[in-house]
Structures are given as C-alpha cells and as structure tokens.
C-alpha cells in the first residue's frame, strides 16, 4: 500500500501530524495547541466535503473502467491521509478542551467514548474484512474491549455530567470515528485487496470507491455540524 501511495508521501502524512500532536499536547502554547487542532480539521473536512460533493459525483459520471483506474490511484493516498487528520483532529481537540478547562469530569466520559468508539469499529473492521476467525483480529478485539470496559468500570462511579456541548461534540466524534475507522478504512482494504487480486475486478473497485466517496460526504457534513458545536462551545453562541 504504502509503495502505491508513494513511501515519501505515506510517511510524511503520518509522522507529519503525529508530530504537531505531540508538539502541542507537551510544550506548544494554547494558541499552537489550537493551530494544529483546527488545520488538522479543516484538512480533514475539507477533503472530505470534496470527495463526497465534487469527486464522488464526477467519477459517477465514468464508466467502471475509468472509475477504479481512479480510485486505484486514489484509494492508497487517502488510507494513510485520511485517518492520520482525523486522529489528530480528534486528539487535538480533547486534550485542547481538557486544557483550557472545557471538559469537566473528563476521564468517565473519555472511558465511555473510548469503549463506544473502540469495540463498534472492530467489530465493523472484522465484518467488513471478513476477518473475525482471524486471531490477528480476534487478540486486538479481546484486548480493546476487556481494556476500555475495565476503564469504565473504574471511573464510572464519578460519572458526572460535563459541558454540553462536549457531550455533543463526543457523540458526533463517535459517529465519525465509527463511520471512517469501522466503515471507510476497511473499505479501502478492500479495494487494495482487490487491486492486489491476480485479477482485479474494476466493478468491484469502482462499486467500493463510490460507496465510499458518497460516505466521505456525509462525514463532512457531521464534520460541518461539529465545527457548529465548537463554535459554540467557544463563543456560547451560534454565529447567526
């Protein structure tokens, strides 16, 4: 994958972000904290809004051929860009709230949002991959899940209700995170697989990459409604 993607641009737009996060959740002030948490946003929300509004209804416009050669050169671009903006976004913007003071009583609803995030994605990553009888799958499943339900049980006696607009902002997070790492991403396996395949089915290729394109649309637009909340959240008053 990372070969298709070409080496150079798979390691940069990963280390790239990683990097900033790291940067700003030890030494950067509040403002570079907020910098990298909002150009990671506007990158992954900006690109997806694209995929989903311009690409996705031009490359229905093709014929299946024409489609996968697309996401062919696509698809491995955007498994390592992708879900590299949007754990830097998501990230960045928890431990940014947690900062500035905006996220009461963080660490129940943390252990709840890690355990509704982690076990749905895994389960749809094993679904989607055909992998559950695989122990590669099965040993990250049983560890993430006894893990964060053991986190929850731990903290949930000082369950308290936090900001809500956090609470908001953590349920819409959980619908993206869901939707991009237990849907899209496997997805995007699979058309790497396919493409791999000693003979590679273009309406397979172009039926996944379309699915997918019109799924990056509706991340964008929970993206959209996220950026309202954060606003929100912010200024305690929509800007209209």
Known sequence: MGERANPAFAVAVIILPLAALGYAMTVASVQQHTYVHVMAGVLWTGIDIFIGAVLGPVIG?????????VFQRLTPKTTFLLPSLAFVTIAGGITLAQ????????????????????????????????????????????????????????TIGEFEMTEPTVAVALAIV?????????????????????????????????????????????????????????????????PF
């Open 99 to 154: 900062r500035i003071g905006m996220f009461p009583h963080a660490e129940s609803w943390l252990a709840l949002f890690t355990a509704v995030n982690l076990v749905p994605i895994l389960l749809l990553f094993g679904w989607r991959l055909n992998v559950w009888d695989d122990l590669r799958w099965q040993v990250p499943f049983g560890l993430a899940t006894v893990g964060s339900l053991a986190w929850v049980a731990l």
């Open 174 to 238: 959980t619908i993206l995170s869901v939707q991009g790492f237990g849907f899209l991403l496997p997805g995007e396996l699979r058309i790497y697989r396919e493409m791999r395949s000693a003979r590679p089915d273009p309406s397979v290729i172009s039926a996944i990459g379309q699915q997918n394109a019109m799924l990056g649309g509706v991340q964008g637009l929970f993206q959209l409604l996220l950026i309202l909340d954060m606003v929100y959240l912010r200024y305690g008053s929509f």
């Open 61 to 69: 416009g093709l014929d299946e051929e024409e489609s996968s050669a």
